[in-house]
């Protein structure tokens, strides 16, 4: 394949790390789904030019189901969520802002690390492709840890299963990726509705102590 | 019908195998009362069962592109279907004393049969599965159907425990899917796009020209996230609150198969990475979690209050042991790993039974107000004491067998490993037997009711792992032996 | 063979007919000694013919073991002290028992003493026993340390052997030998309760082991265990003098002549080892009970000096 | 084929104790279960006098397909086997003909019945195996059973500590023989005995193989430090069980050391003897303290146990150091003692827990301070007791003396050997085993006096009866057997000939040869003792005493109350507690071993309240070695027990740092 179209995807795979940092930065509910919302978009951009090169026509499904799903609905009802429960406010981060975009920035230099070491031979595009994709799911792991709030959780998992369909778009010729990334959707369904379902305000768990001792009777 | 296929079968076993829970599943989603679906759920697992064994008399089915018979998983399907059949008739008699108390309502007892025949099918399905995507979506789908389990109750802590389950299942779930993305991609230059690059069966045949790199990253994912179904510390975190919480039926499930089929997934892979000479070497990875594992369930053993939280981390302790032993990898240990899963299975499914029963007796699953079993109920009594031994690896219980060739094949071999495993054996036997002592013996304490409860799953697997500590039948043997092989 | 059943059996009574004497002569000397005319030396004898001809007072709930234990003491006592060569070696039965089995004798013979003692169930006798098991914990490691130390410069735990072999010359003058004569007059004088271990003489409660233990027989009964209390410090005497003095032992069957002479020799032995407790006696204070693990301590270690040296120097 | 006989009395056993399940609440079952295994244990007694006398040449082992499928499980009886069978069958025998008797007052058959059987045959098979897996699996049942009888009055809080600590204990002996094991074995897994004999391992893995088999062997068998559990479960036992516990199952553990010790691991280094030596010494000393230490019955005798052990290993450490130097006659002499105080000890120490249980049935008492004056109304159990009382603590005419007689010769062949080390060792052993023997006596004088003498303490021990018949034939039997030992111990010196010279490869002279008797261990020019002999003429000369005062003096006897120095004491109070009777060893040794420290409370003038006199003893051994140990699992666990309650951002933030360093591990991977 010629090298624009490398660069291209290239460029698109690297934006999403890039968006991924800003999701790192939101300190506001309504502006990390925004944020959100563009990782979505870049991803289905990806994923529609993935389709295109490797003229595979069903992977537009999943850039449609990206840009419906992850781009629309989620935030949409993410937002709808944060106001019924009224916990439109400051994200509690666990670490500072800071701490985590230099650590986000080691996990990135770390996946480089790790995937760089790929022989050559390896097709090319893959192996920037996967590495770029394994920073998308670190990052998302580190928004995951480092947020209390369940809704960033939820967008930090987000984002990391989107770093996941990166790198199985990024492979030629992957089977049952469609399949996937719909399975995928659901799944994170399941964790919206059960957030929803649950009344889990502030965090994903209501784990204290107190409760533990009371209902498991262990001791600690 | 498995007459007919004395050579050439007509239906083969597999897709029986496969479809079985499927039509039962959808039966029992339907049809009202407790009579006839708590029989109709032996029944359909009764039938998996046979159509299992059937895989050991008669030609196999050849392996295609999605599903695969080998040696290898025929063990596994026929531990998995028979605890599944056993654990159907101890939930039988379990199930009716939970609608007797009103835990679970009619609606939720149908949902609760249609999900456990999902549950087998979910298994089975990974264990026959040749293809690694196929293997994933098997794999998460048995998971999911166990979190809806677990949180059946509804009660805060049930949900809690569901709902840690989900997330951390959910994060597993994703690594090991990128695991699988990067083993195709490693794969996909040399064998070409498309579906045989994700055929295990051809996989193994070319994997030694594959990328050494994307091959290491690839067993880390894939480690990290199925080691998150296996119970590996430090991914164990849902285990203890899963099993304590759900159904004891679905703790016995879990505890005995999920964990197993988990298991699996990992040696199907640890397989393909040995095969290729240039990656790196994955049993000391799985050495190093099993051990860590192993000791520190053996720690967290000591300061439970819940009968069954215990168990689950001795659960973990197990799954340490038996990780530990695969990663040492040669014939004595791998032949000790095998047995030890299988040992495993049995002895803990039927201490859950056990469990079960008492925890319905007593009203209470706290360790502390149990006492005496063996003056007031002395079937379920000794049978837990029995239990607990098989699972201390006391003679001449079958764990005894696996646990003595890893610790001797381990010293003799690695003396400094074994050190630290013999250590975590014996801290994790004396917390193990501080509580069965308090438990079983003393002046009883809380109801003295006697117990509705089948003897028959309990007795039966205690007399199977008591049978296979003392005598070994040949043809098992030399199954495990070529199995042992076959994993290096 | 007839001969020299005669005489062992001569041996045996011989034993028997001087233990009172010993007594006796003991008692005599220290009268002397302290300026007094002191008791007739034949005192013993008549002690224990009118002792026989007194009816026993038996306590009430004394049991069978109370009765029978005089007879076993003495027989135990004599059987050993019979064993032990005074006037000849290598007597008919002199291989019935070696010394480590002699001092096993007279340990059950102190056994049954202490059980004796406390079967009445008085404290006295508890008293009485549990001092003298106390001081023989301490005896007996000492005796059998002195032990090793004779028999590895004899090779043999054989009586007779040994004093052959130090009759013969080749030892020389060894300084293990030194330290265990020493060790050995101490555990004697424990064992046969003597100054400054214990005051026959008295029956004080501080002072008392072995009285206490016997304070409730009377009659024949009495009788007999002070005949055994004899024998036992003949035996020690005897002893002594064959291991350290084997002079003047007459070898098996070498005719009447030389047993006289050993005879002569054996009574010479007697008094002067006599003669020598007394003086011990008298110039000494009895001490506290709890210093005597002190004193009986000194003599274990003294053994075990003794003992190692050898070891040591036999390498050397 | 001898194992196979022996294999049947085996299989009977097991099934015995399946049928004791069924049965066990019928109460014709007691006695059809014990006299079966009776029948049992005779059958294996015969069977292995003759493998020990007829047999010389060792059978072939007979394999079964059990066990590890590619090994099979391996029997066979040599000379070795045979001797301990002889041992553990007698001993199974014994207890199972009191257990008639005893039996009876039993409130929970079917705790006790289903085990013991169980338990003869788990000790058989350990004696029987021939290769690793079976040794270690009949090992480890030969625990469980055991640990199963000692939780029979499971609701004594006492008894379950004891039962854990027990199995505790006993499974880290396993682990530590299989750990030896896996050593002799090697890498490709040789579990044969037989093939563990012909390969042989470097210096650094044999020391290791050694220490290995010290603390899994030396737990089992109560080696100073590791007999914390001993007096605690052997006591917690209904009693026949105590006495094959202490009588039997720590032999069993003897022939484990034995077995891998002097038969697999081939030559022994003479640093070996050192430790052995120094382990044996320790032991018997520590142990009778102890043991005069109690109060508790039942746990004298346990404490012994300890003490006995000490004894028996010390003469296996001269074997060692003998053997280690080439002197094999030497080596055979200390071997042919060892073994004979295993069955002397066997004999005594079972004994004496058949009496301790009879007291028990009697009066319900363990507890010395309880008892008094029982020699009244139990004469034939006091007589028997008596007997045991006098072999065990080492005094002739009886058999204790003459195993320890030869244990001294056999030190006293000791000058010759070439090591430093040696030469100062084995003197200072000498000397603390004459000092266990001394104060062994001393206790068992408290045992006897406090227990069966004197006036009784309590009303229950003043209307104590004597037990019934079985009770008595098992104790008069065995007490007839050590009179026999004692009285002629070539017969068993020579019995044991097969054994010796198959391990050490010498043998100690023919002592049936020798005129009258008597036993020769070198020449009688050197030492030689005659029980026969003191036994006829300590009898002839009582007997010739007694017929000449009754012959010349007076016959007259009256009754009349104690005189006791003019102070006749009417309270039974007054007498001699077994506390104040071990009051002047306690000052002597205590106060450095035990840290013994005494207290009187005396109350101020004009208080009613009696002055006390409180002593605290302390065990330094459990406070030393296993104290921390507990306290750092118990801090380990705590520490640990925080990841129970953590959220789950924090259990994600595991899992993520699980996956950085690997992957940082691949990042850095060469």
Partial sequence: MGSLDFDIAHLFAGGLVLVSFMMLYQDRLYALLNVFALHAFVLAFSVGWQAYIQDAPHLFITTALAIVFKGIIIPVALHRIIQRLGIHREIETVVGIGPTMLFGIGLVALSMAVMLRVTAEADRLAREDVALALSVVLLGLLMMVTRRNAVSQVVGFMSLENGLILAATGAKGMPLVVEMSVAFSILIAFIVIGIFLFRIRERFDTVDIQALDRFRGEQR | MTALVADAPVVDAVSVILLIPVVAGTLLAVLPGYWLTARLNVLATFLTLLAALSLFFFARPTSGQYLLVDDLNVVFVALNTFVGFTTSVFSASYIAHELEIGRLTPSYLRFYHAMYQVLMFAMNLALTANNIGLMWVAIELATLTTILMVGIYRTHEAIEAAWKYFILGSVGIALALFGTILIYLAAQPVMGSGLDAMVWTLLIDHVARFDPALLNVAFVFLLLGYGTKVGLAPLHAWLPDAHAEGPTPISAVLSGLLLNVALYAVLRFKMLLAANAKAIAPGPLMVTMGLGSLLFAAFMLYRRRDIKRMFAYSSIEHMGIITFAFGMGGPLANFAGLLHMTMHSLTKSAIFYSVGHIAQIKGTQKLADIRGLTETHPVLGWGLVLGVFAIAGMPPLGIFMSEFLVISSTFAREPLLAIPLVAGLLVAFGALLLRMNSVAFGDPLGSTKPAQASYVPLYAHLALVLGAGLYLPPPLVLWFQHVAGLLG | ????????????????????????????????????????????????????????????????????????????????????????????????????????LLGSVRFFMAL?????????????????????????????????????????????????????GHVGLRISLGLVLIALIIVAIAENARVPVDNPATHLELTMVHEAMILEYSGRHLAVIELAAYLKLLLYVSLIACIFTPWGLATAGAGPAAYLVGAATYVAKLAVGGFLLAVFETVIAKMRVFRVPVFLGASLMLGLLGTLLLFVSRSL | MLAAIVLWCVAALLTLAVAATATARQPWATPVIYSASLAACLVGLAVALTGLLAAPEPAPAAVLPLGLPWLGVHFRIDALAGFFLVVVNLGGAAASLYALGYGRHEPTPQRVLPFFPAFLAGMNLVVLADDAFTFLLSWEFMSLTSWALVMTHHRVADNARAGYIYLIMASFGTLCL???????????????????????????????????????????????????????????????????????????????????????LGPPEWWWAMVVLALGGVTSALGVLYALMQHDLKRLLAYHTVENIGIIYIGLGLALAFQANHVAWAAALALTAALFHVLNHSLFKSLLFFGSGAVLTATGERDMEHLGGLIHRMPLTAFTFLIGCVAISALPPLNGFVSEWLTFQAILQSPDLPQWGLKILIPAVGALLA??????????????????????????????????????????????????????????????????????????????GVPWLSIVPIAEARSSYNGLLVFVFIGLSASLAIYAIHRVASHALRRAPPWDCGFPSTSPITQYTAGSFAQPIRRVFGTSVFQAREHVEMPPPGDHRPARLRVDLRDLVWDVFYVPIATGVEVAAGRLNVLQFQTIRRYLSLVFAALILLLLVLGIWP
């Fill in chain 3, 1 to 104: 063979m007839i001969p020299d059943l005669v005489v062992q059996g001569g041996q045996m009574f011989l034993v028997l007919l001087l233990a009172p004497l010993l007594t006796g002569f003991v008692r005599k000397v220290k009268a002397r000694l302290l300026r007094r005319q002191g008791p007739p030396i034949f005192l013993p004898y008549r002690d224990l013919v009118r002792l026989l001809h007194k009816e026993v007072v038996l306590a009430e709930n004394a049991s069978w073991l109370f009765r029978a234990a005089p007879y076993l003491i003495f027989a135990a006592t004599w059987v050993a002290a019979a064993l032990v060569p005074t006037f000849a070696t290598g007597l008919l039965f002199s291989w019935t028992a070696d010394l480590i089995a002699i001092t096993a």
């Fill in chain 3, 116 to 168: 004796a003692g406390m079967d009445v169930g008085t404290s006295f006798g508890g008293i009485g026993s549990s001092r003298e098991v106390m001081f023989a914990s301490l005896a007996e490691p000492a005796m059998l340390m002195i032990i090793f130390t004779v028999a590895l410069v004899a090779k043999s735990t054989q009586l007779s052997t040994i004093s052959n072999v130090l009759l013969s």
């Fill in chain 4, 178 to 264: 299989l750990l030896a094991f896996a050593l002799l074995a090697g890498p490709d897994g040789a579990y044969g005995f037989a093939a563990m004999r012909t390969n042989h391992l470097g210096p650094l893995f044999a020391a290791l193989v050694l220490a290995l088999v010290l603390l899994g062997a030396g737990s089992k068998a109560g080696l100073v430090p590791l007999h914390v559990w001993l007096p605690l479960a052997h006591p917690a036992a209904p009693s026949h069980v105590s006495a094959l516990m202490s009588g039997v199952m720590t032999k069993v553990a003897v022939y484990g050391f034995i077995r891998i010790v002097l038969d697999l």
């Fill in chain 4, 435 to 512: 000092l266990s023997a001394a104060l062994a006596a001393a206790c068992f004088v408290k045992a006897f006096g406090i227990t069966f003498l004197g006036r009784p303490r309590t009303t229950v021990a003043a209307n104590a009866r004597e037990v019934d018949g079985f009770s008595l034939a098992a104790m008069f039997g065995f007490a007839g057997l050590c009179l026999l030992a004692g009285i002629l111990p070539g017969v068993v010196i020579d019995a044991l000939t097969p054994v010796v010279q198959a391990l050490v490869g010498d043998r100690m002279p023919v002592q049936l």
